[in-house]
């Protein structure tokens, strides 16, 4: 089975990834040319030089902001993945660091402004409570604080739900079918043509909040395992197939019948997977329906299979569980470290956090359910996760728009590359074939509304289930069902009011 295909924006940042080797640091003046569209090469000689790639450019006015400070309010979480991509005081020689600070330089040079950064702890709570009362507080108060936010998908449901949130397919000149937007979010996250919240180019948190599995290559080679690389190019990378290698390596190396940090696993199992093994089968937990209203699609027969064997591997001497039962992430490093785990299951995160690591490690997707599905499917992690949105009651919301389009599309040259490149691919990632797996991973994104918009409280209950080593789907699903009912009568409503 070969690879699922790469969104069409991926292909062209191949292009421009390309341009940008090709030119060396682009002016921002290049323009795309009318004839062949965006992107388009007039310069052809029909010689055997390879023509230079066009520099794709934002359909935005030229214009003086005569100094206006463009404030964002980020609710950060240094920790984990929920970072600042709008912080850079000055070139440092670190990649990430020196492209957030060429793109503001360019921006803040090109419209005369300056990008201002305000930060907000993110441990506060999964919705970031603080950071949405200083956004309520100022569309209530109308002083205009904030051109932009960044905040977790939780944070973002909230705000979009009590009408705060502007829609930004209707704030000229945003265009959100340019590359620089993700369009994997525009198919998940839009309702009825609007767009509360999204991601792209502008940021790197949602790719860093992503779902992937590291492994061990050297416990692949002493235990003559099958290459996970293979399996996943073949189709065969499957629940069943991660949890019989898993098996073949656990070991009680101390001898006193109990899992624990002092023994050989087969995997270090993070609570928020639960979620994640519900997408990589291709189900969500609800979805928007031809009428343009959210709908619960969480219980079938697959998600009950897949949550039934999933369990039993965390529930048996094979996966360790460590997130809230005494057992600290950088325990669960250290045994991977350490040769003592053959899988990680967690966020994209981990492969920078564990990039000083001595022993080589390669990255997968989550896997299937069985062979004959077809994709794998990436889950974009909620509570880690971060969008750029815009409070309503904008001053001049023609000027924020231009801004952060004039921001997204710059950081298509600059950040996105610094991150997905020259960090993961030259820096973080060990191999080609990880390399690989990477265009797959973020190329399969899954932006599932049921656990963004907590539907029935399932996104925690769910995680419960791992937490309490229970194995009651069914019973869980049942319990969650008035009340999922009640919050999606609350969300389709709350939509009704804003559309109308």
């Known amino acids: 089975m070969k690879l699922i295909k790469i969104t069409a924006a991926f292909l062209i940042l191949a292009i421009v990834f390309s341009a940008i080797a090709a ?3 682009s002016d921002g003046d290049t323009a795309p040319t009318a004839a062949g569209g965006e992107g388009a090469n007039p310069g052809s000689d029909g010689g055997d030089n390879e023509p230079e790639e066009i520099k794709l450019l934002p359909d935005v006015p030229d214009a003086d902001y005569n100094g206006y400070e463009f404030n964002v309010l980020i609710s950060v979480n240094g920790e984990i993945a929920l970072l600042n991509d709008f912080k850079a005081e000055e070139e440092i020689g670190e990649p990430i660091n020196d492209a957030i600070f ?3 330089v360019f921006i803040e040079d090109k419209y005369n402004i300056k990008v201002v950064d305000i930060e907000m702890p993110a441990a ?3 919705d970031r409570p603080e950071a949405m009362r200083r956004v309520r507080n100022s569309v209530s108060a109308g002083d205009n604080s904030y051109d932009a936010v960044m905040i977790s998908g939780y944070g973002c449901a909230s705000l979009t739900q009590t009408g705060h ?10 265009d959100l079918s340019k590359p620089w937007w993700d369009q994997m979010a525009n198919r998940d996250l839009m309702i009825k043509e609007r767009m509360f ?4 180019a502008i940021s790197n948190v949602v790719n860093r909040a992503t779902y992937a599995i590291l492994f061990n290559k050297q416990m692949i080679q002493d235990y003559q395992l099958d290459s996970p690389y293979d399996l996943v190019n073949s189709g065969e990378w499957t629940y069943t197939k991660l949890i019989e290698m898993a098996n073949q390596v656990t070991q009680d190396l101390n001898g006193d019948g109990v899992v624990s940090f002092d023994d050989r696993l087969g995997g270090l199992i993070w609570d928020d997977t639960m979620m994640g093994i519900i997408n990589s089968i291709g189900e969500r937990c609800a979805v928007i329906n031809s009428d343009g209203m959210i709908e619960l699609t969480l219980f079938n027969e697959r998600t009950l ?23 600290a992430s950088v325990q669960a490093d250290a045994m991977f470290e350490n040769n003592q785990a053959l899988f990680y ?22 896997p299937k359910l069985d062979t004959a599905q077809q994709d794998y499917f990436s889950t974009v992690g909620s509570w880690h996760s971060g969008f750029i949105c815009v409070p309503i009651g904008q001053a001049e919301p023609t000027r924020t728009g231009a801004i952060l389009e004039a921001l997204a599309a710059e950081s298509m040259y600059t950040l996105l590359p610094a991150y997905y490149d020259i960090a993961l691919k030259g820096k973080y990632v060990r191999d080609e074939a990880s390399e690989e797996m990477l265009d797959l991973i973020f190329g399969s994104k899954v932006f599932d509304l049921g656990w963004i918009y907590q539907i029935g409280g399932y996104n925690e209950n769910i995680m419960n ?9 069914t019973s869980m699903y049942e319990r969650g069902l008035n009340m999922a009912e009640r919050n999606m009568d609350r969300i389709n409503e709350a939509f009704e009011e804003i559309l109308n």
Not at 166 to 173: K, S, V
Not at 348 to 364: H, N, Q
């Open 124 to 126: 506060d709570g999964m």
């Open 345 to 366: 299951l967690q966020i994209m995160e981990l492969v920078v956090r564990l990039r000083a690591m001595e022993i080589d490690f390669g990255v997968v997707p989550f």
């Open 197 to 200: 919240y999204t991601t792209g």
């Open 305 to 327: 299979q897949v949550f039934d064997q999933y369990m039993d591997f965390v529930m048996s001497d094979s996966g360790l569980t460590y997130q809230r039962q005494d057992w």
């Open 465 to 473: 289930q791992l937490r309490n080593m229970r194995k009651e789907f």
């Open 165 to 174: 949130l502007m829609d930004l397919n209707d704030m000229h000149p945003i």
């Open 23 to 25: 030119c060396g640091n």
């Open 102 to 104: 060429r793109r503001n």
